[in-house]
C-alpha cells in the first residue's frame, strides 16, 4: 500500500519558517513526480509545489513562489517543503501528494497523506 506520513506542521507568526517532511513507502519514490497540496477551510484543494522524479523540474503556485522551496532525497523516499515568510494566507493543511499521471494538474486526484496543519497568525 501506497503511504504517505507528513510532519512538520505547527503553529508561527506571520513572517516565521517551517519544514514539511512526507516520507513515502509502498511505491518507487525515485520513478515518481511529487508534489505538496493545501486546502484552507472552505476552500478547495490548491497545488502548492510539485518536483519531478530527479528534482531537476520543479513548479509552484504564484502565491508561495519565491517563499516556498520544494526538495526531494530519493536516497531516503522523503520530500520535503521549505515554508519561509509565511503568511496568514498560507494557514492551511498541507498534504504530500502523488499526482495521478493521468490527471496530473488535478490535485482531487492526487494520492494524499494525512495531513499536516499549518497555522500562522499573531
Known amino acids: 500500500d501506497i503511504q504517505l506520513v507528513e510532519s512538520g506542521g505547527g503553529s508561527v507568526q506571520p513572517g516565521g519558517t517551517l519544514r514539511l517532511s512526507c516520507v513515502t513507502s509502498g511505491f518507487t519514490f525515485s520513478s515518481n513526480a511529487m508534489g505538496w497540496v493545501r486546502q484552507a477551510p472552505g476552500k478547495g484543494l490548491e497545488w502548492v509545489s510539485r518536483?519531478?522524479?530527479?528534482?531537476?523540474?520543479?513548479y509552484y503556485s504564484d502565491s508561495v513562489k519565491g517563499r516556498f522551496t520544494i526538495s526531494r532525497d530519493n536516497a531516503k523516499d522523503t520530500l520535503y517543503l521549505q515554508l519561509n515568510s509565511l503568511k496568514t494566507e498560507d494557514s492551511a493543511t498541507y498534504f504530500c501528494?502523488?499526482?495521478?499521471?493521468?490527471?496530473?494538474?488535478?490535485?482531487?486526484?492526487?494520492?494524499r497523506g494525512q495531513g499536516t496543519q499549518v497555522t500562522v497568525s499573531s
Open positions: 501528494a502523488k499526482p495521478d499521471p493521468r490527471r496530473f494538474t488535478d490535485p482531487d486526484a492526487a494520492r
Open positions: 518536483i519531478g522524479s530527479d528534482g531537476a523540474t520543479t
